[in-house]
DNA sequence: GTCTATAGGTTGATAGAC
DNA sequence: GTCTATCAACCTATAGAC
């Protein structure tokens, strides 16, 4: 489970057509929005046409699924090994790491989530996570500091993102964007990923704790 | 600051004509995204045409702006009053409510925020909220755990919104939109607004103070 | 204050040559 | 696998009548 430096992924620069593809779309689809992105913007960053697009995928809609499929895929594996919560939280920051591009289309773009017809799936995802997160016999009230645990690390995920030592060679404009959506102090002050995957674990273990009388915390 | 059920603005059903546009451009924006929207929709919605909506509002954009515009500038007069920390997560979460829909729309769809060309604001916003949460002298990690709870807050509300004793009667299918995106047990089983308001505060404090050795936090 | 009609542009997608 | 050429559909926005 400390994957977090370490890419399964296959070799960054496997170029392959149909990767290209995915990878200059998945960058636009992240800075412009799904909508807004056309395929002429595509093809254009490519070199290539709009009509040599359809040789590979055979809609935007299509292209956009085979982008946002691994993520979710791997989401919905991990939530229905039925971890217990502290597990859970742990590979979920995991999973953000590395689908970090992709999450950050889906978390911020609406139409995209839909487009791919993925909402109700996310839906029950974070339904899912959120019971675990809440623990058994939960209370009306657990419910709300499993949804806020779980808000607190994606989002403090996704600002402090930055933090990386070195930004993904396939995703070049990505940092640039991430640094836009973000706003705060250089990359240099912020911690490395294993130490922000152990304050997010923290941040969102307090939270689960935080209705307890005890909101002590063992260290993890 | 316990204004969580008053509502300052003008009569809910003030019927002038901008207002109501106002109120279906937001609920369809909301629904489907701002670029989704057509003009012509937001105008049959209202027995009315696309030309008698420019007579009130010279361009998509600006029905946009209009819409957002209170949110944000409440927002900055709040974060330029520069409260201290446990204040200023008191007025967000205030601030979330009064302005819950424009919230869920400047959220979720990343392209309205761009189009009513508040962006930049709202980066700035985010990075001094930051700034306050993290206190002073901050370190690194101080940061991540200001943007994660901050996070917790904003994504918490997002998720438990629904425990509202009655919907606002001017945004009537927004709450099925909530609904579908929170996907959590009945609206029943959630505590109300004030107890809400509670507890998005403790969680946030906790995350704040995830960090010191002492996670005691102060009863709010 | 609302209408009809239309200008002017972009998009996703297809057909067929090479 | 990639190209040129083209299509129908849809959009925002404007002009001018009532």
Redesign the interface.
């Known amino acids: 489970m400390q994957s977090l430096y370490t890419h399964t992924k296959a070799a960054p620069d496997a170029g392959g057509t149909k990767e290209r593809i995915q990878q200059v779309a998945l960058e636009l689809f992240v800075l412009?929005?799904y909508?807004?992105t056309s395929l002429r913007e595509i093809a254009d960053r490519l070199g290539i046409t709009k009509a040599a697009l359809y040789y590979h995928y055979a809609s935007k809609q299509e292209l956009l699924k085979s982008v946002t499929q691994p993520l979710i895929d791997e989401f919905e594996t991990m939530v229905h090994a039925d971890p217990p919560p502290e597990e859970l939280l742990r590979s979920y920051i995991d999973l953000l790491y590395r689908h970090r591009a992709v999450f950050q289309l889906v978390a911020?773009?609406?139409?995209s989530l839909?487009a791919a017809e993925l909402?109700e799936r996310s839906?029950?995802l974070?339904?899912d996570v959120?019971r675990q997160l809440a623990g058994p016999d939960p209370r009306?009230?657990d419910?709300?500091?499993a949804?806020?645990?779980?808000?607190?690390?994606?989002?403090?995920f996704?600002?402090?993102r930055r933090?990386e030592p070195a930004a993904d060679p396939a995703l070049p404009d990505l940092e640039a964007a991430a640094e836009?959506?973000?706003?705060?102090?250089g990359p240099a002050?912020?911690?490395d990923g294993a130490?922000?995957a152990r304050?997010?674990l923290?941040?969102?273990?307090?939270?689960l704790?935080?209705?307890t009388g005890s909101?002590?915390?063992p260290g993890a």
């Open positions: 412009h929005g909508e807004k911020n773009d609406h139409s839909a909402v839906v029950q974070r339904r959120v009306p009230a419910y709300v500091r949804a806020a645990a779980f808000g607190a690390i994606s989002q403090g996704m600002v402090a933090a836009a959506a973000a706003g705060l102090p002050d912020y911690p130490e922000l304050i997010l923290d941040a969102a273990l307090a939270v704790h935080s209705g909101r002590g915390v």
